[in-house]
């Protein structure tokens, strides 16, 4: 079955270094999107990505986070500036284009687990 | 509550019982889902039901909605020690451009014991 894959499973970095998140979404879905859950809280959205541009973000997403699709396999998240309170599990997801409108089952990645030290 | 609460936070069952959570929204939305995660892994789609459908089926999994109440459940038959997981329902609004975008609920922490 495709799979969503992330890389680094883990990554430590200390405060205000620059951080990218990788990610190889399934490779005919056409939506990513970067999930992120602080650990004992719940699943928040951070920003979606069409077409070769943002098309969604969340009031988290700020000037210091970033995505891109460097080529046509890989979508990263780049955190500019890490702080303390970026600790936590970073998810990405893909989906197919919509068959009915709105959105389908994403499949996500196994994770990112982000400490900031 | 806010938008996707699961009910309850917990449960525990006896390996074939049935387990049954709940979860309820405030807002309009085009579709509703229900994800698995297992302690500090990711998360895994189990079904999507829309707006316009009332139940679905997929297996061991039967999910309801309600859109007149804002509700949604998830019922698990014959449940298994490996069911053991966190199950969390997401919601996506019906406006064309917030469709795409997630909104997870807290999640019900399910323990099967064998």
């Known amino acids: 079955e495709p799979e969503v894959t992330q890389t680094p499973s883990h990554q430590v970095t200390q405060m205000g270094q620059e951080v990218i998140l990788r990610c190889v979404p399934i490779?005919?879905?056409?939506?990513f999107y970067w999930y992120r859950q602080i650990l004992g809280q719940k699943v928040e959205f951070l920003v979606s990505f069409y077409n070769n541009e943002i098309s969604e973000k969340s009031e988290i997403f700020d000037d210091q986070f970033s995505v891109e699709r460097p080529d046509g396999s890989n979508f990263t998240l780049k955190i500019r500036s890490t702080k303390l309170e970026d600790s936590a599990m970073y998810f990405c997801?893909?989906?197919?284009?919509?068959?009915?409108?709105?959105?389908?089952?994403?499949?996500f990645g196994s994770g990112t687990r982000l400490t900031v030290v | 509550s806010q938008q996707g609460e699961e009910d309850p936070q917990a449960l525990s069952i006896q390996e074939g019982e049935n387990a049954t959570m709940n979860c309820s929204y405030k807002?309009?939305?085009?579709?509703l889902q229900w994800y698995r995660q297992n302690s500090g892994r990711g998360l895994v789609h189990l079904i999507l039901?829309?707006?316009?459908?009332r139940e679905k089926h997929s297996g061991r999994l039967r999910v309801t909605l309600d859109t007149s109440k804002k509700s949604s459940s998830l019922l698990i038959t014959a449940s298994r020690a490996a069911d053991t997981a966190s199950y969390f329902c997401a919601t996506a609004l019906s406006s064309s451009g917030s469709a795409r975008q997630l909104t997870f609920g807290s999640g019900t922490q399910l323990t099967v014991l064998p």
């Open positions: 490779s005919n879905h056409l939506y």
């Open positions: 807002t309009s939305i085009n579709n």
């Open positions: 997801a893909s989906s197919e284009r919509p068959r009915q409108g709105g959105s389908d089952g994403y499949t």
């Open positions: 039901i829309r707006s316009n459908e």
